[in-house]
């Protein structure tokens, strides 16, 4: 008998057009992981409704992410892929959570405080206890492993919270998940114009989308933040002088950015150089993508097929953990 294997967790809320960030911090992981994992992957449908998305384009947004994680490479035949909405176990779970989740703890979560700053009209229940669906979401699978970037990395430490709460009050039901990441640390991008990270809503010509066309790539990445260059060999780079190499690193050959390192380190570098270079390795890498994803984002028969299939297996495991859940509560009366 082989050994039992690890349960992934991950999720990418419907809000728009996935960008480099999505894909290095989260979808990466997930291709290489359908490998070796039970894993169950997800499109965050409920967690965007914090922001009122209007009805009509949420069904877009759903089928964009589902189509853009098939033509990154996830095959939903070895992976668990569905939509949060379909699995209302999820919710009820939810429930028993936010009974283990304080509101002083939750006020404190800083992308909470980031959300009340950027809209302090709209700070509404569904934003502040946010982690606690993420956790349901997690937990109701019993997830041991969440492939996220390293924004999300204190969510998951809530996460940890209330397992270990649960388990503690009403008897061992959760294991606690981690983050993860192949590699080593947690990934995140920044924006191009160096100003915090790369997001779906914020600055869109300095992020790199999965549908951008070549031209659209390249245009980016030549208005990308540099500066004069390095003034002494050997110095330390500015934020946004590392975020170019970082992503450099995940799209060009290990030569390639050896190259400009050495350039870089002996002050010869040219930025211009650089980009030009970066723009297209990073315009080959996400032709085959943006292609792809086209074709299956209005492939509807196909995608309600991918989504149902997914739903079901998913609401099999959902149901299991949440009929013990019920149990260690007291919730079972007949
Ligand atoms: P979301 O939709 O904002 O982002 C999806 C994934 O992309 C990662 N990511 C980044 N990684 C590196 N650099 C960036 N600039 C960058 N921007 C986004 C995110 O870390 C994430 O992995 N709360 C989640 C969705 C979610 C979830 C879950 C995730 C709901 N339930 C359960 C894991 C498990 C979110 O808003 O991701």
């Known amino acids: 008998m082989g050994k039992e294997k690890e349960i992934v967790v991950s999720g990418i809320r419907s809000t728009g057009i996935l960008h480099l960030g999505n894909y290095f911090g989260a979808i990466r992981n997930y291709i290489r992981m359908q490998e070796e994992f039970n894993c169950y992957f997800f499109v965050a449908d409920w967690h965007s409704l914090t922001t009122h998305p209007d009805p009509k384009a949420l069904r877009g947004n759903v089928f964009r ?28 779970l939810y429930l028993m959570l936010n009974m283990m989740a304080y509101k002083g703890e ?50 998951l430490e809530m996460s940890r919270n209330f397992a270990q709460r649960f388990n503690n009050r009403y008897g061992y039901l959760f294991p606690e998940p981690v983050p993860f990441n192949f590699g080593d640390d947690l990934i995140r991008i920044m924006s191009l114009d160096g100003n915090g990270k790369m997001s779906k809503s914020e600055n869109q010509n300095a992020t790199i989308y999965l549908n951008d066309t070549d031209d659209a790539i390249r245009n980016k990445i030549k208005k990308a933040k540099t500066d004069s260059g390095p003034q002494a060999p050997n110095s330390e780079k500015p934020d946004y002088i590392a975020n170019l190499f970082t992503i450099m690193r995940l799209v060009s ?26 723009a297209e390795d990073m315009a080959a890498f996400i032709r085959p993508i943006r292609e792809k994803a086209e074709a299956i984002e209005h492939d509807a028969a196909y995608l309600n097929r991918i989504m149902r299939m997914g739903a079901e297996k998913a609401r099999e495991s959902a149901a299991a953990t949440l009929r013990e859940a019920r149990k260690l509560m007291g919730i079972n009366f007949y």
């Open 65 to 92: 992410v589902l189509a853009e994680n098939i033509a990154s490479g996830l095959d939903p035949e070895k992976v668990i892929l569905y939509v949060q909405s379909d699995i209302p176990e999820i919710a009820e």
């Open 106 to 155: 939750l006020e404190k979560v800083p992308t909470f405080k980031d959300k009340v700053r950027q809209n302090p009209d709209n700070v509404n229940a569904g934003l502040l206890t946010y982690p606690v669906l993420m956790s349901a979401d997690i937990l109701i699978h019993r997830g041991l492993k969440v492939p996220v970037g390293k924004d999300q990395e204190q969510h």
């Open 253 to 278: 050959t290990p030569d390639t950015v050896r190259h400009f390192e050495d350039a870089f380190n002996n002050c010869s570098i040219r930025y211009g150089d650089m980009k030009k270079q970066l």
